[in-house]
């Protein structure tokens, strides 16, 4: 990764980007199984809830322009959920294999900690090797193996649970 890349906490002008880079994982991959991108509206929506409760949420940014994004934030809405967290990491297409997500999954673990997480899932389409391995890397294990669960592009897709104790 360029050294010019820094990473810093989300502020409401990273919402257009976001959108974006989004847009294009809903669009043309099984990486998430929504399947209608949600508009600016929607994703504002969303941050607004993630900085309510004070969870980590990390822009990666170069030359003033967004290019990746993670966050952490329940993994499940009940209670008992309430320290266990769900990653996500989002890079610009143009990014990736550039080490700009090995950075921010280790800030975003960090900062999950800090925030008072004790666990941390990661819930990965199983033909996601590199968010897999990725994820191995930081010494998430695999927890569960779901088949079939998603359908999206007139295929279903699986998906592996892995864990972290923080």
Request: proline letters at 4%; aromatic letters at 12%; one cysteine or more.
């Amino acid at each position: 990764m360029s050294d010019d890349t820094i990473l810093r906490p989300f502020s409401w002008s990273d919402v257009p980007a976001i959108t974006r880079i989004y847009r294009h994982y809903v669009e043309h991959t099984a990486i998430t199984f929504d399947t209608e991108a949600p508009d600016e509206a929607g994703i504002a929506e969303k941050y607004a809830g993630l900085m309510k409760l004070g969870h980590p949420v990390i822009i990666a940014e170069r030359e003033g322009r967004t290019i990746g994004y993670a966050y952490a934030s329940f993994y499940r809405p009940r209670a008992a959920y309430r320290f266990t967290c769900e990653d996500s990491i989002y890079l610009d297409p143009a990014e990736k294999g550039r080490g700009v997500g090995t950075r921010l999954l280790t800030a975003l673990l960090e900062q999950s900690r800090a925030h008072g997480f004790k666990q941390m899932l990661a819930v990965i389409t199983a033909d996601t090797a590199n968010s897999i391995a990725i994820h191995e890397k930081f010494g998430f294990e695999r927890v569960g193996y779901y088949r079939s669960v998603g359908l999206k592009f007139d295929r279903w897709h699986d998906i592996v649970h892995l864990q972290k104790a923080l």
